[in-house]
């Protein structure tokens, strides 16, 4: 039977809460730049001429069809090969995971507009409003309320996303967890407390989404 022995981790508190603000920091700088991507890529998605938005749809597909790990990596090791530029982990971690949450945040905008129904648009036309004014006054408010529980959903994806980052030795959780296993010899213990961690974050987020999802399905 196995002696589980939390209290070898004691000299190690501080790389774990090091280790999740790194988590922490990461998921929200990087939603952050996602919400912005996609909400511009989701508008010209349904807006733009075709020169513009077959491009986007591009981008969109490739970073929402191949794995983020292979994102990652050639991000970090390919693109400063190809463009010249040095490039840090912690730069090609906010980049990679920026644009792969934003091609998801994209099309979740574009899936939100699109569910309105065109007569709104020509609703708002016919009484004289201008395309942006109708917008941002009658299709964006409406398109909110569809978009809300989804974006919160790939927003807790995206947290656990940021784990990934260990994997090109950004100092996050997972990967304090890696250096401390490798000092204290109790993976079991590193990896449950890493684990209790994560759900103790991630938790609290769901049962937001579930009463968001509720509170606006009861309003529909």
């Given at each position: ?10 000299p ?33 998605r ?113 947290l ?33 407390t ?27």
């Open positions: 039977m196995y002696a589980w022995d939390f209290a070898a981790l004691k190690y508190w501080g790389l774990i809460w090091q280790g999740l603000g790194v988590t922490v920091l990461y998921t929200v700088i990087t939603v952050l730049a996602g919400l912005a991507i996609g909400l511009a890529a989701g508008i010209l349904t807006t733009a001429p075709r020169w513009v938005s077959i491009p986007l749809r591009g981008y969109i597909e490739v970073f929402r069809c191949t794995p983020l790990l292979v994102q990652l990596v050639w991000v970090y090791y390919a693109l400063p090969v190809l463009i010249g530029v040095d490039m840090s982990a912690t730069t090609a971690c906010f980049l990679t995971l920026s644009l792969y949450a934003g091609s998801f945040y994209a099309e979740i905008f574009r899936g939100g507009i699109e569910a309105i129904d065109r007569g709104q648009w020509e609703a708002g036309h016919a009484i004289g409003m201008r395309q942006g004014r109708i917008f941002r006054r009658i299709i964006l408010p409406q398109a909110v309320q569809v978009m809300v529980p989804s974006l919160i959903n790939q927003t807790i994806m995206q656990k996303n940021t784990s990934l980052v260990s994997t090109v030795a950004v100092g996050d959780l997972l990967y304090q967890g890696s250096v401390i296993t490798a000092a204290s010899y109790r993976p079991l213990e590193v990896y449950t890493i684990a209790v961690l994560y759900f103790v974050v991630l938790f609290p987020l769901t049962l937001v989404a579930d009463q968001v999802e509720q509170r606006l399905g009861a309003h529909r």
